[in-house]
């Protein structure tokens, strides 16, 4: 960025957060870090106009992009909701990844670029509030600038594709206005935001604004940077949960040529959090990966096992059902009602247990860090979710403060929640510490799948209660999980039952008796979320159940779905979101989702349907497939998915999430377990952790948007969770086998 | 596991090491901390001398390179570490994802399994090296079909594709699903699309 324009007559759009929470957008005339710039564009005439716009004399565009990219698409969403009221042709405007953007304001932790994290369901609520203001404000700027040069009232003054102009139709280009505006004192209200009906990037089909450099190999994600006389690292961790290691032969891996010194990492206690490094290990450092690799190889440890050496799947599928067999000990989450009244006076009882396996996030890229840490400063480069958390640690970690910190998002080979803690970060620390150089961390994917923070393990009991009437009057949910809430001090004072379920979630407020219960299931298994943490964790169940009732009481199951959704209305505290559960929404999405698959149609073909919703994070989603059994094989025929997201911000992006939601609901619903045996995880690599290839996924996902001007929602959690029941639904009708234990194929070839 | 690239057995198999004793171009020692690790060791200005035993030489995107390291290095941390074309990525290091796909000598292949030596004599077309003046169409059709999401499978993805539209210029179902790279994100039916549709652009374009 030059064109030596003073820089004590720029201002900024000052964005900081708050002590409350709430961001602030105003001006000031704090220096807001410059934007990146594409190495194409340095040394072009640009001017920055906020910490997200920069306007070239020519009148390209550069929008800052401040979300962690990690497939999402947030890379092209987010600075659409600025160029749209920016008021710019898309065409002409580039796309560059803002760095993190730390600040402190007055003491207090904040960020000039507002939330960056991406944790599934603040991003798009969040930027579509900020960074539309950020993008009127900025406009604004433009327009008193024209005002100005032309003499004349701004509210007379109109934009159009980066063009301010006049009543008479005068002209000037934002290009030609850039300096003038950066000179100006801010507006200090925010601007009025455009009418809907005015968009014209909101909503249109865009292609992901970064695609030609990922097409061409040029993309660098976090483990493709490098620095100037840096190491490469690789750490062999202990197998055994909680383990430490005892001593380590490593003659034979220092002979290794280029491997320069082996530091050995601490584990955790069985007691503390897990905030810093995972696992006990041995960090081999080298001169490059390979050599790193081959030094690994040759290291001859042994391990002494940590406090968990009997915990297998096995085990705690047993004490699991043997909790709710007992059934005291239980820890109330939610009653309504009368329960146990309502099991006295039911006409018929339900009963079914469902069983869901760890999994592990396995993104393509896997974790790790490159990490300079200086004097008094450091550079992390890094594919992050959690910029904040990734700062905390290595100012924890060095004593550097973290306004000396500088922190790089390159773009993510996925993440799916595995990035939202950055004990990889920690062990970079660790190790560049050790080796007085920058370092680069790779993990392999052994590492990736056998220490991961999985997605918790549990069984369900539904009971359900009905009436003369059929009619659903009471429902129980038990939950016996290893609770996601373990030795992880962000969320310590959650109640142990958060993440494995939700007092509000369905069919709370739906039925007329109500309760639901947790059992707390002990486990040295690390566990987090995963992709939609919560829905994609009890879904099954609950969509399952339903079906079974449908089945039971010789019912439609969507015209038991609808009728247990009943009129429409909302219902207050909806889970994970503030807003309100609209049952006419759901019951919109599951209405189309039917018509789509030909859900009343009579087959003759032996292909069977199934189909299930679920509300996530304030969307509201159906899916259906339609399959058939080709010997042992499942083909899946037709998938069909339905959302209500609110306004749809990026048709192509949405419609991308959701086939990817899709196919990642189909892979870990027929195919994916994390098992634990003699207190480690059985699962090393892809062979033995077998993702969806091409060959079993359906050939199409036929996505459907329900047409909406409400506030857009984030998408890409939404597609998973309904997917598992609608899949053993569809198996049920296909095969009148009913599965209630996740993954689905082994159970399914077991019981044929 | 069906559809798995040219495997690296296969190769070894019929790999031609270079005749020691050649008289080549060869240039100076090959570090891994170049100031500018992708350019290639110049052909033009080096004197011509004997090249030492044990140095293997290979082509990458067309030009050539020598390797005097460890021979069992496998050419993905070659790529990477030494010559910084990280388009190829590591995905799971055992050949099973498909995300470092190359060409090698035409053919798709794993480079995480493919060690220097099995390399070397030989043709290596990188995702960087895919494009002449303009995009490859299966880059081109990548593109419009907007496949990516978190885009780290993608070259290699992409690498797979090219090979099966060398063989198979119109594709039917058994050749898009013999396809066995990986995505985690789950873009398969826009890489359906978009392999269908580079295979339109090839033919128009030959027409």
């Known amino acids: ?752 | 596991m069906n559809g798995k690239p040219a495997s690296v057995q296969r190769m070894h198999d019929d790999a031609t090491i270079p005749p020691r004793n050649t008289l080549i171009a060869i240039a100076t020692e090959e570090t891994s901390m170049q100031d500018d690790p992708a350019t290639p060791e110049s052909a033009a200005s080096p004197a011509e001398v004997a090249l030492d035993p044990g140095t293997l030489q290979l082509g990458i995107n067309g030009k050539p390179y020598f390797h005097r390291g460890d021979p069992s290095m496998p050419l993905l941390w070659y790529l990477r570490d030494t010559l910084r074309l990280t388009g190829t990525k590591y995905g799971c290091g055992i050949g099973a994802c498909g995300a470092c796909t190359v060409l090698i000598d035409g053919k798709a292949a794993h480079a995480c399994e493919t060690p220097m030596l099995a390399a070397a004599g030989r043709q290596v077309t990188t995702i960087e090296g895919l494009q002449g003046e303009v995009l490859h169409p299966v880059q081109q059709a990548w593109i419009e079909e907007d496949v990516v999401n978190c885009g780290f499978c993608q070259a290699g993805q992409i690498m797979a594709a090219v090979d099966l539209l060398q063989r198979k210029p119109a594709p039917v179902e058994s050749d898009l699903t013999a396809i066995g790279n990986l995505c985690r994100c789950g873009s398969y039916p826009r890489i359906r699309r978009a392999i269908l549709r580079a295979a339109e652009l090839i033919r128009t374009s030959n027409r």
């Open chain 1, 1 to 752: 960025m030059s064109g030596g324009v003073d820089e004590s007559r720029r201002r900024f759009l000052h964005v900081g957060l708050c002590a409350s929470g709430a961001l602030l957008v105003g001006f000031g005339h704090a220096r807001a870090q410059s934007l990146p710039l594409a190495p194409e564009l340095i040394g072009d005439d640009l001017t920055q106009l906020s910490p997200f716009v920069l306007i070239e004399r020519d009148n390209r565009v550069v929008i800052g992009a401040r979300g962690c990219e990690t497939g999402q698409g947030v890379i092209t969403s987010l600075p659409m909701l600025i160029a749209e009221e920016l008021d710019v042709d898309w065409s002409r405007v580039r796309v560059t990844q803002l760095p993190y953007g730390y600040i402190e304001n007055n003491g207090q932790p904040g960020n000039r670029y507002g939330n960056q994290s991406s944790d599934g369901h603040r991003t798009i609520p969040l930027a579509w509030k900020e960074l539309r203001e950020a993008g009127a404000a900025t406009r604004a700027l433009l327009v008193a600038a024209a005002a100005r040069v032309w003499s004349l009232p701004a509210a007379e003054l109109q934009t159009a594709s980066g063009h301010v102009v006049a009543a008479d139709g005068r002209r000037l280009r934002y290009g030609t206005l850039a300096r003038t505006a950066a000179s100006l004192p801010a507006p200090v209200t925010p601007r009025a935001l455009k009418d809907p009906d005015a968009f014209h990037i909101i909503g249109k089909p865009t292609r992901t604004t970064d695609a030609h450099n990922i097409v061409t190999g040029r993309t660098r994600y976090g483990s493709d940077e490098y620095l100037s006389g840096m190491l490469f690292a690789v750490i062999l961790r202990c197998p055994t949960l909680g383990g430490a290691l005892e001593s380590c032969d490593e003659s034979a891996a220092r002979k290794v040529v280029g491997v320069r010194d082996i530091v050995r990492i601490e584990g955790n206690s069985a007691d503390a959090a897990l905030d810093g490094p995972l696992a006990a290990g041995i960090a081999v450092i080298a001169d490059n990966t390979w050599a790193a690799i081959e030094g690994r190889r040759a290291l001859v440890p042994a391990w002494t096992p940590g406090p968990w050496p009997e915990e297998s799947t096995a085990l705690l599928s047993a004490r699991a059902h043997a909790l709710l067999d007992a059934g005291t000990d239980g820890i109330s989450v939610h009653s309504e009602g009368d329960m146990p009244g309502s099991r006295r006076r039911a006409r018929l009882k339900l009963n079914a247990r469902y069983e869901v396996p760890f999994l592990a996030h396995a993104p393509m890229e896997t974790p790790g860090a490159l990490i300079e840490i200086r004097q008094d400063s450091a550079l992390l480069i890094a594919s992050l979710q959690d910029p904040d958390g990734a700062s905390r640690i290595i100012s924890e970690m060095t004593g550097l403060p973290r306004t000396v910190l500088e922190i790089r998002l390159p773009r993510s080979g996925g993440s799916f929640g595995r990035r939202l803690r950055n004990d990889f970060v920690a062990e970079a620390v660790l190790v560049a510490k050790a080796s007085a150089k920058p370092v680069k961390l790779l993990w392999l994917r052994e590492d990736d799948i056998a220490h991961d923070f999985y997605r918790p393990f549990g069984v369900h009991a539904l009971a359900a209660t009905l009436d003369r009437n059929n009619r659903v009057a009471g429902w129980s949910h038990r939950c016996a999980a290893t609770p996601r809430n373990n030795r992880n001090a962000a969320i310590a004072d959650d109640p142990i039952w958060k993440g494995c379920m939700q007092p509000d979630d369905f069919p709370t407020g739906l039925v007329a008796h109500l309760e639901k219960t947790f059992f707390a299931l002990e486990s040295g298994m690390p566990r987090d979320g995963w992709q939609a943490p919560m829905p994609a964790f009890d879904a099954f169940a609950v969509q399952c159940f339903i079906d079974e009732i449908a089945f039971a009481t010789r019912r439609d199951p969507v015209q038991l779905r609808l009728e247990m959704l009943g009129e429409p209305r909302e219902l207050a505290n909806a889970p994970d979101a503030s807003t309100a559960f609209d049952t006419a929404r759901m019951a919109q999405v599951l209405r189309v989702c039917a018509e789509k698959i030909r859900w009343s149609s009579r087959r003759t073909d032996g292909h069977g349907l199934g189909i299930a919703c679920h509300y996530t994070s304030g969307g509201y989603v159906a899916h259906a497939f339609e399959i058939a059994m080709q010997g042992e094989k499942l083909k899946i025929h037709r998938a069909v998915c339905v959302v209500d997201v609110g306004r749809v911000i990026n048709p192509l992006g949405l419609e991308a999430q959701l086939i990817g939601g899709t196919i990642d609901g189909i892979s870990s619903a027929l195919n994916l377990a994390i098992t634990v045996k003699d207190g480690r995880v059985q699962q090393r690599n892809f062979p033995d952790y077998r993702l969806l290839p091409m060959a079993q996924a359906p050939a199409a996902v036929e996505v459907h948007a329900i047409e909406s001007s409400r506030d857009p929602v984030d998408a890409d959690e939404l597609g998973i969770a309904s997917v598992a029941p609608a899949l053993a639904n569809a198996i049920f009708a296909t095969t009148t086998v009913r599965i209630r234990k996740l993954p689905l194929m082994p159970e399914l070839l077991r019981m044929l």
